[in-house]
């Protein structure tokens, strides 16, 4: 219950309140509402026209520095050079000039690289002459650049062009390390031939054998790499892993 003495000043401000409310509700039933469409506004409600002086620059108007475009200091002869736009044979010509076509790939795979971190492809440039090493994603070198490797596999590559054609190169299997059936034991003419034959087949298996050991020498000098790749990235780690440490130490 609201005690009058001691809260005196609360009930004069409610007893405020509430006279101006009364106040309020009588005023507008007396003078209800006000027509606002029916007041009329005093004076004139158009804009009046005012002009604003524009400052003095102290420059002449356009005309009198004609001199400057009809005699440009920029040019020896002191004339514009005039520009011809292609006329409408040269505008056809430049539109029906058709895109250079690209020369079908001339590669072989040398050999294929597949770790959990990255895949490489040794691709043999016939063009070039070199051996590129190759990620998914990178173009050959000089006149096949505009041909792309897409997807590296097991034992084969996929190249894309620029004109979307796609070629796929599929690692050669070596079979220089397999034994050859022993020939039939003969004499006389057959056997000369024979031995001719066993010993070009014998050079043929070692040209074979030489040129599976530089693949092999290539993709291990390639292991080598990113075995020592891994080593530095690891060593890079450890290393801001302890400065990491130390800051922290200094800190605390």
Do not use: C, H
Request: hydrophobic share 40%; no cysteine.
């Amino acid at each position: 219950m609201l005690d009058l003495q001691r809260n005196l000043l609360t009930t004069l401000l409610s007893a405020g309140i509430g006279v101006l409310a009364l106040a309020g509700g009588a005023l507008a039933l007396l003078m209800g509402r006000p027509d606002v469409a029916a007041i009329e506004p005093q004076g004139s409600t158009e804009a009046a026209a005012v002009q604003v002086d524009v400052p003095q620059t102290g420059l002449e108007d356009f005309s009198a520095y004609a001199a400057i475009t009809e005699r440009p200091v920029f040019f020896s002869d002191r004339q514009l050079p005039v520009v011809e736009a292609p006329g409408d044979e040269e505008q056809m010509a430049m539109e029906e000039e058709e895109p250079e076509e690209i020369e079908d790939l001339k590669a072989a795979l040398a050999g294929v690289v597949i770790t959990p971190e990255m895949k490489l492809a040794m691709v043999s440039d016939e063009q070039a002459g070199k051996t590129f090493v190759l990620r998914e994603g990178m173009s050959l070198e000089g006149e096949q650049a505009a041909w792309k490797l897409e997807a590296i596999q097991a034992r084969q590559v996929s190249f894309v062009s620029v004109d979307g054609r796609q070629t796929d190169l599929e690692l050669k299997v070596n079979t220089a390390g397999l034994d050859a059936p022993p020939a039939p034991a003969s004499t006389g003419t057959d056997g000369a031939a024979q031995q001719q034959q066993q010993g070009q087949q014998g050079a043929e298996q070692t040209d074979q054998r030489q040129a599976s050991e530089e693949a092999r020498a290539r993709a291990e000098e390639i292991r080598r790499r990113v075995a020592e790749r891994r080593a530095q990235l690891r060593a890079e780690a450890e290393r801001r892993a302890r400065q990491r440490e130390q800051k922290q130490d200094n800190n605390g």
